[in-house]
Antibody, heavy 126, light 111 residues
Framework: VQLQESGPGLVKPSQTLSLICTVS??????????WTWIRQPAGKGLEWIGH???????NYNSSLKSRVTMSLDTSKQQFSLKVTSVTAADTAVYYC???????????????????WGQGILVTVSS | QSVLTQPPSVSGAPGQRVTVSCTGS?????????VHWYQQLPGTAPKLLLY???NRPSGVPDRFSGSKSGTSASLAISGLRAEDEADYYC???????????FGGGTKLTVL
């Protein structure tokens, strides 16, 4: 499965960051994957933002939960991320990823992301 | 502060074996939740290296292996090569946070 992030590279403080991830490769509706957003500030580590499942249910990082919304558009094979009231601390490379918790033979107790987009740099600045 | 603790850096000479540790707690690795590892080359997206503690996706050399015991996990890289120079991240699930969590990352330098 291939993923590609798109959206504005510059967002003003207090505004809403909106990104879309387009999925290709035919896996979007199979149910094998759930879909994830992860971000990485420059020079820092990875931060899990949240998952959205094929059912539309979501699970968000508690530190961002009040500001994050994820949604699916199955007709377009896309999922999206919105982060409201952004500050400079939200400046990061944002990755979308395809995530699973079962291989072809075994299910595991935590999920992993085996397909990643190339990432998109979002800068929060006036 | 990550709930999974990794050393900031490790190093080794070509051909050597290095390990990267990932230390958690009873609410994540020790719960027990499975651990996964990623390699991030400079300027690129992370790439899945190991899933389910010690399973290699297709295309990952068998020089990479993983283990888990108690509240910790380890990534071992044998026959170190220059192209292994990268950042490595562990990932698991934390039941207290109800969230997927990453380690802080370890920078591997090949001397």
């Amino acid at each position: 499965v291939q993923l590609q992030e798109s959206g504005p590279g510059l967002v003003k403080p207090s505004q809403t960051l909106s990104l879309i991830c387009t999925v290709s490769g035919g896996s979007f509706n199979i149910g094998l994957y759930h879909w994830t957003w992860i971000r990485q500030p420059a020079g820092k580590g990875l931060e899990w933002i949240g998952h959205i499942y094929a059912s539309g249910s979501t699970n968000y990082n508690s530190s961002l939960k009040s500001r994050v919304t994820m949604s699916l558009d199955t007709s377009k094979q896309q999922f999206s991320l919105k982060v409201t009231s952004v500050t400079a601390a939200d400046t990061a490379v944002y990755y979308c990823a395809g995530t699973r918790d079962c291989s072809s033979t075994t299910c595991y107790t935590s999920s992993w992301s085996d397909s990643w987009g190339q990432g998109i740099l979002v800068t929060v600045s006036s | 502060q990550s709930v999974l603790t990794q050393p900031p850096s490790v190093s080794g000479a070509p051909g050597q074996r290095v390990t990267v540790s990932c230390t958690g707690s009873s609410s994540n690795i020790g719960a027990p939740y499975d651990v996964h590892w990623y390699q991030q080359l400079p300027g690129t997206a992370p790439k899945l290296l190991l899933y389910g503690n010690n399973n290699r996706p297709s295309g990952v050399p068998d020089r990479f292996s993983g283990s888990k015991s108690g509240t910790s996990a380890s990534l071992a890289i044998s026959g170190l090569r220059a192209e292994d120079e990268a950042d490595y991240y562990c990932q698991s699930y934390d039941t207290t946070l109800s969230a997927s969590v990453f380690g802080g990352g370890t920078k591997l330098t090949v001397l």
